[in-house]
């Protein structure tokens, strides 16, 4: 069965109204909600960037029943994957079994801050490989050392475990990284209802849930969602892997003047608020195979967004 997930922009919300909108999303009728890790936001028209880690045990205690992601944190440079199992582990305990773990090879946006130098993907997701061990030899609990390539560890322990290995999601966009989610990762993680890169997980002995990101915005009318968009998104409109190689707010305030109205409109961002466009969105991503679907509100108006969605698009489902 499809699970229908409601998305916590970190890059646009404060935690404290991040804590109540998972509330509110439960209170909906949403299945699940999906945490994004950053330490920027993407541009600075958006505004905040709290810790995902404190904003998670806050939703802990707010919710009861919605299972809780985050979608998704690169354990590789940042955070070192020690910190990392701590958090993992601490909010798993927390969630009793409704927490899912999202995992990527990141952004420069996020990761350049402690002054590493950003390597190509294929070193990324080396390193990527090498955490997820790390990760997995700490939640098991048992006095860990470890002396790699990227990673030392030395005599380390976890006293607060989960009694299983939490659920780990890997993030693909391309078809090499579905083929590292199919054998290091217990499902797939992706934006947009990408078919080819569910096929190539598939392919390659994947057979864990799919999550994908719609990006939507409701408001009175497409002019006035396209106008929200362009002033609070206009990064999801960048082609390319700029999205991974640009290294500050900045940097994507500049690249962004090149977004107009049009390149929003066509986009693939929800900007009707006639709720059967909103049906069909969604429909379209199940029928790429995509068992879990969640949808990003852009802009300010989240209970607006809450509320249509609780009255008029989850009933279809």
Same mark, same amino acid.
């Given at each position: 069965?499809?699970?229908?997930?409601?998305?916590?922009?970190?890059?646009?919300?404060? *935690?404290?109204?991040?804590?109540?909108? !998972?509330?509110? !999303?439960?209170?909906?009728?949403?299945?699940?909600?999906?945490?994004?890790?950053?330490?920027?936001? +993407?541009?600075?028209?958006?505004?905040?960037?709290?810790?995902?880690?404190?904003?998670?045990?806050?939703? !802990?205690?707010?919710?009861?029943?919605?299972?809780?992601?985050?979608?998704?944190?690169?354990?590789?440079?940042?955070?070192?994957?020690?910190?990392?199992?701590?958090? #993992?582990?601490?909010?798993? =305990?927390?969630?009793?079994?409704?927490?899912?773990?999202?995992?990527?090879?990141?952004?420069?946006?996020?990761?350049?801050?402690?002054?590493?130098? +950003?390597?190509?993907?294929?070193?990324?997701?080396?390193?990527?490989?090498?955490?997820?061990?790390?990760?997995?030899?700490?939640?098991?609990?048992?006095?860990?050392?470890?002396?790699?390539?990227?990673?030392? #560890?030395?005599?380390?322990?976890?006293?607060?475990? *989960?009694? =299983?290995? &939490?659920?780990? %999601?890997?993030?693909?966009?391309? &078809?090499?990284?579905?083929? +590292?989610?199919?054998?290091?990762?217990?499902?797939? +993680?992706?934006?947009? &209802?990408? /078919?080819?890169?569910?096929?190539?997980?598939?392919?390659?002995?994947?057979?864990? *849930?799919?999550?994908?990101?719609?990006?939507?915005?409701?408001?009175?009318?497409?002019?006035?969602? %396209?106008?929200?968009?362009?002033?609070?998104?206009?990064?999801?409109?960048?082609?390319?892997?700029? /999205?991974? =190689?640009?290294?500050?707010?900045?940097?994507?305030?500049?690249?962004?003047?090149? #977004?107009?109205?049009?390149?929003?409109?066509?986009?693939?961002?929800?900007?009707?608020?006639?709720?059967?466009?909103?049906?069909?969105? %969604?429909?379209?991503?199940?029928?790429?195979?995509?068992?879990?679907?969640?949808?990003?509100?852009?802009?300010?108006?989240?209970?607006?967004?809450?509320?249509?969605?609780?009255?008029?698009?989850?009933? !279809?489902?």
């Amino acid at each position: 069965m499809t699970q229908l997930g409601y998305t916590l922009s970190s890059e646009e919300h404060g *935690p404290t109204e991040l804590v109540e909108y !998972a509330r509110r !999303a439960e209170e909906a009728g949403f299945d699940f909600v999906s945490i994004s890790d950053h330490f920027h936001p +993407w541009i600075p028209a958006q505004g905040e960037s709290p810790f995902v880690w404190s904003t998670l045990g806050g939703i !802990a205690t707010a919710t009861d029943e919605i299972e809780v992601g985050v979608g998704v944190t690169c354990p590789t440079m940042r955070i070192h994957p020690v910190n990392v199992a701590q958090a #993992v582990a601490t909010v798993e =305990e927390m969630f009793d079994g409704r927490f899912t773990f999202g995992v990527g090879t990141g952004e420069n946006l996020n990761e350049h801050v402690t002054g590493h130098r +950003w390597p190509e993907h294929d070193v990324r997701l080396e390193m990527l490989t090498e955490a997820m061990n790390v990760l997995r030899s700490l939640w098991t609990g048992d006095n860990t050392s470890h002396h790699g390539e990227h990673y030392t #560890v030395e005599n380390a322990r976890l006293f607060t475990v *989960p009694d =299983e290995q &939490p659920t780990t %999601i890997a993030s693909a966009f391309g &078809p090499q990284t579905a083929r +590292w989610a199919a054998e290091h990762g217990d499902g797939l +993680w992706c934006s947009g &209802p990408k /078919g080819a890169v569910v096929d190539e997980y598939e392919d390659a002995g994947g057979d864990g *849930p799919a999550y994908s990101q719609l990006h939507i915005c409701y408001a009175d009318s497409e002019d006035e969602a %396209i106008d929200t968009v362009h002033e609070y998104w206009p990064n999801g409109s960048l082609p390319g892997e700029l /999205g991974q =190689e640009l290294p500050t707010p900045a940097h994507f305030e500049q690249a962004t003047e090149m #977004v107009d109205r049009d390149d929003i409109a066509e986009s693939g961002t929800t900007t009707d608020p006639d709720p059967q466009v909103h049906i069909d969105s %969604i429909e379209t991503a199940v029928d790429a195979g995509y068992d879990h679907v969640y949808v990003h509100q852009i802009g300010p108006e989240q209970e607006r967004a809450l509320e249509f969605y609780e009255e008029e698009v989850l009933p !279809a489902f």
